[in-house]
């Protein structure tokens, strides 16, 4: 919209001043190249109004070729792929997996060797890390180098459907692979290309609905990959102190507090 307005102030105010700058009267004499140029504009006026005279007398074909068209423009905006951003062929490949909630980091990565060992097998791919913790205890990641295009048949879509069936026969854990866009739309990291943000102003309202708007899209027949990053469903164990009972052994309640964050919390070690 701001081009188009610095487009008309321009063409109001400064190409009528360049226009009398510019050009020159037609009694003016010109050099070679301006009269070669001007061949070329001539023919190209002359052809099109030779095309503009023919589709004049055959008004019906020239309708019959617009409906043509029309009709092919149609059909092939339905049998084109399409999506909001175009793939491309990187030769990238991320990929995130996901436990139970509350598994330990020794079976998290247990699991996601399993599927590690499935990657490693797959012909397409040349190289590719693994990171378990990335983003939660029951989270990790995958950075994925495909091998050249040469040196493959398939395209990263076609990887990804071959590989999706065989991640799901991995127990325990769930694998989301996906082929980065060019342009990455909003700040937050999915396991998706695709997003849909619920809120709420009540936790519990936000609760119910997140869960049944996720099942709902679990049944879409055109949807794969279908998460969610709410994790409610973790372990948790109140612990209610004694602080009579510590007080008489000479124990304060921020110790033992202390002392249960140290035994089953995480500590940074160090910020360097």
């Given amino acids: 919209m701001v081009a188009i307005l610095i487009s008309g102030v321009v063409s109001l105010s400064l190409t009528p001043m360049l226009c009398s700058r510019f050009l020159s009267s037609p009694s003016a004499r010109h050099g070679r190249l301006y009269l070669a140029s001007e061949k070329v504009f001539d023919g190209a006026r002359d052809l099109y109004a030779w095309s503009l005279r023919g589709v004049m007398r055959h008004s019906f074909l020239t309708m019959l070729v617009a409906a043509g068209t029309l009709a092919g423009t149609v ?7 399409k999506g909001f951003i175009p793939t491309v062929d990187t030769g990238q490949l991320n990929g995130s997996t996901e436990g139970p909630q509350g598994v ?3 079976r998290m990565a247990e699991m996601q060797q399993n599927a590690t060992a499935i990657l490693a097998a797959d012909p397409n791919i040349q190289a590719f890390s693994s990171v378990v913790g990335a983003g939660g205890s029951n989270r990790g990641r995958y950075f994925i180098r495909l091998k050249s295009r040469e040196e493959r048949r398939l395209s990263p879509e076609q990887v990804i459907n071959g590989l999706r069936p065989k991640l799901e026969g991995v127990l325990g854990i769930r694998t989301f692979l996906q082929n980065p866009p060019l342009v990455q739309i909003g700040a937050q990291n999915t396991r998706s290309l695709y997003q849909f943000t619920l809120q709420a102003g009540d936790l519990e309202t936000l609760y119910d ?3 049944d708007f996720e099942k709902r899209l679990r049944a879409v027949p055109v949807l794969a990959d279908v998460n969610s990053d709410l994790q409610i469903t973790s372990p948790t ?9 510590a007080s008489a052994l000479g124990v304060a309640a921020d110790q033992i507090e202390n002392t249960l964050k140290h035994a089953y919390g995480s500590t940074k070690g160090t910020t360097v």
């Avoid at 059909?75 to 792929?81: D, E, G, S, T």
């Fill in 75 to 81: 059909y092939l905006a339905q049998i084109i792929p």
């Fill in 104 to 106: 330990s980091f020794e």
């Fill in 209 to 211: 609905a997140a869960g």
């Fill in 237 to 245: 164990l109140a612990i209610d102190i004694n602080r009579e009972r």
